[in-house]
């Protein structure tokens, strides 16, 4: 009886090793792993933060899975694959395999996570790819020409954007930067894609005490000692969508924030248009032949009446930079933050707008 279990006991020992051997790893710093966006680098894993970064594999194989740990549990992405998204995974705050695909056909096959969330869900850890032993990893895709990327607000990270209540939630489940006009851009244009976008945030002023120019330059927006290195990176096209939360602010003098950056009194006209000029000024410098649109909307900063594209206008004026364009989105006159389709009716405009002005 003794032999019988021990003889039992072997066996499985080798199956389960075989199960084992049968799977390939493929590291996180491995040279057919492809990012976008702002990404960081530590000795056992990438760093995924920003909205809209994203990690891609070319294989052949059967399935994939990656290996990944969150800091939170309200990131969400968006599973693509062969450029079409087949799932929306939610993330633990356990290091663990997620199956992303299984049962595939025998050929080439591209796998794309892509981060829904903002960086105020928490970061996100990946260690790298995982598929059956037999698999083979393709190089990945020659890297796309255009490049592109956003500096922005709630309107730019997606927020409720599939929210179809009243509710407008915060909630990452219902935040989706691959469908804001930022993300249908960028994939319209075949371009590379940053977007640098943060919900409640403002040039002069938030809702709450960091503002643009605190993390526009950070890898790491929890650490604003760890500085991006502008070289690794560089737009053809910058798209600034900010000043709605500043518009917002500037009213309410009981605001705890306005009274920080204000003290008692409301800017002037004077104040608000160099701010804008000193942001868009510092995003020159680190782009010197980017082609940078000014744009605004479609929340209520670009009602009817509203001052908030004339102060743009006027920094553009005095900044006197013939690749620094305005482009304002038209109000889109219902409640809450954009909701797919309104995001799609910006990206349209903004396409167009690129079309008709720029070359690149």
């Known amino acids: ?44 894993s990438s760093v995924l933060n920003w909205s809209g970064s994203s990690i891609s594999i070319n294989f052949k194989g059967s399935e994939i899975s990656a290996i990944l740990k ?3 549990t309200s990131n969400y992405y968006n599973v693509i694959l062969d450029n079409k998204v087949i799932s929306k995974i939610q993330l633990e705050t356990k290091k663990r395999t997620y199956l992303l695909a299984n049962g595939l056909s025998n050929k080439q096959h591209k796998l794309q996570l892509f981060k829904r969330t903002e960086w105020g869900k928490g970061q996100t850890y990946f260690y790298g790819f995982e598929t059956n032993e037999k698999a083979k990893i ?33 909630t990452g489940h219902f935040e989706n930067n691959y469908l804001t006009y930022a993300a249908l851009t960028a994939r319209h244009f075949n371009a590379q894609y940053s977007n640098i ?36 990176y560089t737009p053809d096209i910058v798209v600034i969508n900010l000043f709605q939360n500043d518009s917002w602010i500037v009213k309410i003098p009981n605001n705890e924030q306005f009274k920080n950056r204000f003290g008692t009194q409301a800017p002037t006209e004077d104040f608000i248009i160099l701010a804008y000029v000193n942001f868009v000024k510092s995003i020159r410098q680190k782009y010197p032949k980017a082609s940078i649109i000014c ?28 690749k620094i364009y305005t482009h304002f989105f038209n109000y889109k006159n219902t ?10 009716q910006m990206a349209e405009s903004l396409i167009a707008f690129v079309n008709q002005n720029i070359k690149w």
């Open 1 to 44: 009886m003794t032999n019988k279990y021990s003889y039992l006991a072997i066996l499985l020992f080798f199956i389960v090793g075989s199960a084992i051997a049968q799977k390939k790893f493929i590291p996180f710093n491995s040279s057919k792993i492809q990012y976008e966006g702002r990404i960081e680098y530590k000795d056992s």
């Open 70 to 72: 969150d800091a939170d």
């Open 138 to 170: 393709c190089p990945k895709t020659k890297s796309k020409k255009r490049k592109i990327e956003f500096y922005g607000d709630s309107i730019s990270c997606g927020y409720a954007i599939e929210d179809n209540s009243s509710h407008d939630s915060g």
């Open 197 to 232: 976008s943060t919900s409640g945030i403002g040039i002069m002023t938030s809702w709450f005490p960091t503002i643009a120019s605190d993390i526009y330059d950070v890898t790491d927006p929890h650490n604003k000692n760890l500085k991006w290195d502008f070289n690794q």
């Open 295 to 322: 744009a605004l909307g479609s929340m209520d900063i670009t009602k009817e009446g509203s001052k908030w594209p004339s102060y743009v206008e006027k920094a553009v004026s005095i900044l006197n930079d013939t």
């Open 335 to 344: 409640p809450g933050h954009p909701r797919v389709d309104e995001q799609k």
